[in-house]
């Protein structure tokens, strides 16, 4: 046999074993490395290229190399889920970089990074003044986890006493023009839903690029570039719309009223007021 040929069938050979050793060790080897798992990666690429272009070495002296170390590799992941100290060992440990708003310059020290180096990986995290962080840790992959101080934190709808439906998660229901039946049927949604949702739209299946049912229910629509066209607003659902938008608003300023909670109160109030502007600026598309 030439030995381009063999070259090439070695190649192959290696592609495919490389490829049911990473499926066997799991996708961790493909992130969030331990040192170990760093060490075996390299090797395993190591003794598989020998094996594609070693000619004068046996075929099956690589793929046993190959196989002991999967087996190795997989022992001591096994080894690590039931021992914590061992685990410790190979994967290290989290450090606290900073606590209660401090920086702990021995732990700085123990992981050797720099103040600017801290600050890089903080300003990563759009964080830029050290006075918002309550805490940073430096995990055993190497990101830092940041906890803010509770006056920096985003507001949620939790810390407004405010109860919020759960979300959908966001699905395509229309690929490339062809409906997805069995996406529709997981959402618990009907062909004939979307048949009409498209027809409101004026639209037909094939004009659709795509189409997502988002998280609040709703149907988010991308039109292939060639067939958009305008879609034209009769003159009946331009009134329902400004209809719908004045109720939202009296909605809103009935909710001010009724409750007696100060925060609810002027998040409701300022809600009225910024619809209200809205709807003066779109009185003269709508009337």
């Given at each position: 046999m030439p030995p381009w040929i063999e070259i090439i069938l070695r190649t192959v050979s290696a592609i495919f074993v490389l490829f049911i050793?990473?499926?066997?060790?799991?996708?961790?080897?493909?992130s969030e490395l331990s040192l170990f798992e760093y060490i075996t990666g390299i090797t395993i690429g190591n003794l598989a290229a020998s094996l594609s272009i070693d000619l004068e070495g046996r075929w099956y002296q690589g793929v046993a190399s190959l196989a002991v170390w999967t087996l190795v590799a997989?022992?001591?992941?096994?080894?690590?889920?039931?021992?914590?100290?061992?685990?410790?060992?190979?994967?290290?440990?989290?450090?606290?970089?900073?606590?209660?708003g401090q920086i702990l310059e021995?732990?700085?020290?123990?992981?050797?990074?720099?103040?600017?180096?801290?600050?890089?990986?903080?300003?990563?995290?759009?964080?830029?003044?050290?006075?918002?962080?309550?805490?940073?840790?430096?995990?055993?992959?190497?990101?830092l986890n940041v906890l803010l101080k509770k006056e920096n934190q985003p507001l949620t709808p939790k810390m407004l006493g405010l109860?919020?439906?759960?979300?959908?998660?966001?699905?395509?229901?229309?690929?490339?023009?062809?409906?997805?039946a069995d996406t529709l049927t997981g959402m618990g949604l009907s062909r004939s839903w979307l048949m009409s949702e498209l027809k409101k739209r004026r639209l037909q299946v094939e004009d659709v690029f795509l189409a997502q049912v988002t998280?609040?229910?709703?149907?988010?629509?991308?039109?292939?570039?060639?067939?958009?066209?305008?879609?034209?607003?009769?003159?009946?659902?331009?009134?329902?719309?400004?209809?719908?938008?004045?109720?939202?608003?009296?909605?809103?300023?009935?909710?001010?009223?009724?409750?007696?909670?100060?925060?609810?109160?002027?998040?409701?109030?300022?809600?009225?007021?910024?619809?209200?502007?809205?709807?003066?600026?779109?009185?003269?598309?709508?009337?």
């Open positions: 050793v990473t499926k066997i060790l799991g996708k961790r080897q493909l997989m022992g001591i992941e096994y080894i690590t889920l039931k021992s914590k100290r061992l685990r410790n060992v190979l994967d290290g440990r989290s450090t606290i970089l900073i606590k209660d021995e732990d700085l020290r123990k992981e050797r990074i720099t103040v600017d180096e801290l600050m890089e990986q903080l300003r990563y995290k759009n964080i830029f003044s050290l006075s918002d962080v309550d805490t940073a840790i430096l995990e055993q992959n190497g990101t109860k919020v439906e759960k979300e959908l998660f966001p699905e395509i229901v229309i690929s490339d023009g062809c409906i997805m998280s609040n229910g709703s149907l988010y629509i991308d039109l292939y570039e060639d067939k958009i066209h305008p879609v034209r607003i009769q003159a009946g659902e331009k009134n329902l719309l400004y209809t719908l938008l004045n109720k939202c608003e009296a909605d809103l300023a009935l909710m001010h009223l009724s409750t007696e909670d100060p925060k609810e109160k002027k998040i409701y109030k300022q809600s009225a007021e910024k619809l209200r502007k809205e709807i003066m600026n779109l009185r003269p598309f709508l009337k």
